[in-house]
Structures are given as C-alpha cells and as structure tokens.
C-alpha cells in the first residue's frame, strides 16, 4: 500500500484531480505538479490526437496526464514489476483505454526492430533515473529506432549538471527550464527531408 506521499495528482483533462498512488522504488521520482504544469502548456498544441511514448513510465504522472488530456494513444515502458503492477490498476481505475503499458527496459524497446504496423510517436518523455549514465544511450537509439514521426517532440527532465551536448542536430531546442537540481527541456525534431 502506498503512503500519502506516494500519490500524483492529473491537473488537467477527463481525469482532473484524480489522485493515484504509486510504489517507493529507489530512484522512482515523479516529475513534480509545477513541473508538469509548465510542461503541459508547452505540449497543448502537439497533444490533441497525439502518439505518445513514456519511456520511463514509473509513477505513470507525464503519461495519465497526456492521456487524460487528449492524447491518442499513449505507450508507457516501464521495468520495475511493482511499478507496473500499479500502473496496470491506474490504468483500470481511470479506464484508459487509450493507454498501452509494456514490462520492458526503455532500451531493450528502442533497440528492438519496428514493425511496419507500428505507429510513430508524435511526442516522447524521456525521464530516466538520475545518475545513472541511460540518457545518452536511449537518444541515440532513440534517434535511429524510425520510432519518431518527421516533426516529434521530445521532452527530457535530468539532472542540470549534465550536459546534453550529444542530442542529435536535428532536435531542435523549444523550451527550458531549471527547478532546483532539475533540467527540463522541450526539443522538435526537424528532417528537411
């Protein structure tokens, strides 16, 4: 059972002020309300009807949030077994039909071959555990995974000593902000194909 602490609140959609519960996972740290809140405004053009991917789905805050005001579809990958047994009630208790929950390593899904059916992803959250060296890595393959559609954008929230001189040139820089030990930035794809 999760303790009061372990709880995130939707701000805004279908699911306002639904308040769900999370388990106490080391490294488990969901994105913070002001956080979201900016974050959100920044996504609100790009969200109606979007595809979405939560790589680092944990507490399940950025992808109910997306889902709840108006995503598509939102895909959340997810490792931790206790995680994703309470993002499975999550997803039962809001009826989210539009949410897919996958049991897989963020990497594992982006070095897997794509299938023709698969869908692109319009926008992607990337929120890895802090200090743990996965970002670098899951841009790369993220990038050549042919997950992105033409014109995605990607969020990503780390630590704000890391330097994020390795994203592709192709991501372009929207947005960013700083909230304590925390950086969190908005990119567009651009491919002048």
Same mark, same amino acid.
């Given at each position: ?49 979007? @595809? ?25 990958? +997810?490792? +931790? ?8 009630? @999550? ?6 039909? @539009? ?9 594992? &899904? ?23 060296? +996965?970002?670098?890595?899951? &841009? ?24 994020? @001189? ?15 030990? &925390? ?11």
């Amino acid at each position: 059972m999760a303790n009061k602490a372990n709880r995130i609140r939707i701000i805004a959609g279908r699911w306002r002020g639904r308040k769900l519960d999370f388990p106490s996972i080391e490294g488990l740290r969901p994105t913070t309300d002001p956080i979201r809140e900016t974050l959100f405004n920044w996504l609100q053009r790009y969200l109606p009807q979007a @595809n979405c991917l939560d790589l680092y789905a944990g507490s399940g805050a950025l992808g109910f949030e997306a889902a709840s005001r108006g995503a598509r579809h939102v895909l959340m990958v +997810e490792k +931790e077994a206790q995680a994703i047994k309470t993002l499975q009630e @999550n997803k039962a208790l809001l009826q989210a039909d @539009n949410v897919q929950l996958m049991h897989r390593i963020a990497l594992d &899904v982006l070095k897997a071959k794509v299938e023709e059916k698969e869908k692109s992803f319009d926008i992607v959250f990337l929120d890895p555990p802090f200090q743990q060296g +996965e970002l670098q890595e899951c &841009v790369k393959h993220l990038e050549q995974s042919g997950r992105l559609s033409d014109d995605a954008v990607i969020y990503i929230e780390c630590e704000s000593k890391l330097k994020l @001189n390795f994203l592709p040139a192709t991501w372009v820089e929207r947005r960013q902000k700083k909230a304590g030990q &925390v950086v969190y930035c908005l990119y567009q794809r651009e491919t002048n194909d």
